[in-house]
């Protein structure tokens, strides 16, 4: 895909961590042009939201810097926090690239965030999680965003599912597809546990329709989304968010919200018709 910007000025720290699981042999430039294209996602996002700085950044999962080292270069002024359950990728970012090492957990509302942040940037998170824990990770993304701060995050959405669809191999062989592709046809949300979870682990393969994030945004009314890009980071989407208090009335209502149809009709008119002084 052409560049958006212009970053060959940047001098970028290519010092490698011998740990660094996302580095294929043979296709270290791939790993390189994977985070220059974080970086480009990351300053179209500047333009949409109107920021010329993000003086206090997040990072997470930072693994060992795939993204992070292009983030210092461009924004070698900000405060950059770096967060993984990986500590030795925690501690190798932190050495590197000057961030702030925080180790992360399981459940992402025990983390001891003291402040919030300008830009969230969250590479293949949340298509690792079942759909309780997506929603709480998004619960705590907004939380930790500054008022007028950015979220950009990755999703995987028509672009695998049409893959797997079609009987493309080599992507998720360690899951059951037919049934993640059954739940994303009925729900829009697909998940299946990779194979080799032990008992007590919940990690693996997620999949979201852009419908069935449209419809989870409803419950932040805080939240504006300012663009949905599919294919814009290799295979996966991109999202990007700009948080603003009180943006939007409730008027959809939360989607999970369980209502009495008998009930919903009137409810909606009192709500509505308050809502327009009547």
Known sequence: MKPLYNFDSLKIDRTMAPSDGMVATALEEQYFDLGRRALELIQFSAELCDKPHYPAILDLPCGHGRVLRWLRAHYPYAKITACDLDRDGVDFCARQFGAEPVYSELNLHELPF????????????????????WRQTLDCLVKWTKECGVIVFSTQGRTVTSLL??????IAEN??????????????????????CGPGEDYGFT??????LMRTLQRYPDVILRSYLEEAWGMQDIVILYKKAGHFEPVLGVPEMQVVRANAGAAKRGWLGRLLGR
Not at 165 to 170: H, L, M, V
Not at 176 to 195: I, M, N, P, S
Not at 207 to 212: G, L, R
């Open 165 to 170: 669809a079609r009987g493309r191999r080599n």
């Open 114 to 133: 003291a402040a919030q942040f300008d830009l969230i940037w969250v590479g293949s998170l949340v298509t690792h999680l079942n759909e309780e824990r």
């Open 207 to 212: 999949a979201t329709s852009p419908e069935w």
């Open 175 to 196: 899951i059951d597809k037919a049934t993640l592709l059954e739940d994303f046809a009925r729900t829009g949300f697909g998940y299946q546990r990779y194979t080799e």
